[in-house]
């Protein structure tokens, strides 16, 4: 799939967490229905065999909306089921030795919390960053809060698109107005709603007004 810098509008990661008995290929579903543009699949706690099927059913489903799919981390998978891309933190692979294992088709999103870590991704290879924690979050362990300003200079520092992440919801949204982005990842906002499609319509509607 071509990369499309429109599709980062509301970018939805998942979490297992909130399943409540359905699986997670029908609250992705909810998701997209709803709003979600792009689709980050995140798993920490899978087994390689178990996690390769959820993706490849996570993969479908996105084929069949045309929204973007991307793996989180495992560069591998990615390159076997033959998601859109990967997207990696600071602690993973390089992102120039992930270009170099996905080729340039992919897309390749790099998590960055500094403008000087943003530069670097960008001149290795990054199509898109994810800059975060713009909120205190409890779905990262070792997530590090960067102030606003910071994420304003981290998309000055670039030219291609950068994604707040990091404790957005519907109550904070509206506080990254101004700062450049081109979209928000959320995880709870929309997985731990109750009612997930609402959720994604009010976010979307919501990043329409705040998003470049």
Same mark, same amino acid.
């Given at each position: ?105 992919? /897309?390749? *999103? =790099?998590? @960055?919390?500094?403008?000087?870590? $943003? ?6 290879? #990054?199509?898109? !960053? ?50 450049? /982005?081109? *979209? =928000?990842? @959320?995880?709870?906002?929309?997985? $731990? ?6 959720? #994604?319509?009010? !976010? ?9």
């Amino acid at each position: 799939m071509k990369f499309d810098s429109s599709s980062l509008l509301l970018y939805a990661v998942t979490d297992r967490t909130w399943l409540n008995g359905r699986s997670l290929c029908e609250v992705v579903r909810d998701a997209i229905i709803g709003g979600a543009t792009f689709i980050q699949l995140r798993e920490k706690n899978l087994g390689y065999d178990e996690f390769k099927a959820q993706a490849i059913e996570i993969k479908k489903l996105c084929r069949d909306f045309n929204v973007p799919f991307v793996i989180n981390d495992n560069v591998m998978l990615a390159k076997e089921i033959d998601a859109d891309g990967v997207h990696v933190g600071q602690d993973d692979m390089r992102a120039s030795d992930v270009r170099n294992i996905i080729g340039h088709d992919k /897309i390749l *999103g =790099v998590s @960055v919390r500094t403008p000087e870590e $943003a530069v670097i991704a960008e001149s290795n290879g #990054a199509d898109y !960053l994810g800059a975060g924690a713009v909120f205190h979050t409890g779905s990262k362990n070792d997530a590090v809060d960067i102030t606003h300003e910071a994420l304003r200079e981290i998309c000055r520092a670039v030219k291609i698109p950068v994604v707040a992440i990091g404790g957005i919801n519907a109550d904070n949204i509206h506080e990254l107005s101004g700062s450049g /982005i081109k *979209g =928000v990842a @959320v995880i709870s906002a929309i997985f $731990a709603a109750e009612n997930i499609r609402a959720a #994604a319509i009010a !976010l979307k509607g919501r990043a329409l007004n705040i998003c470049v």
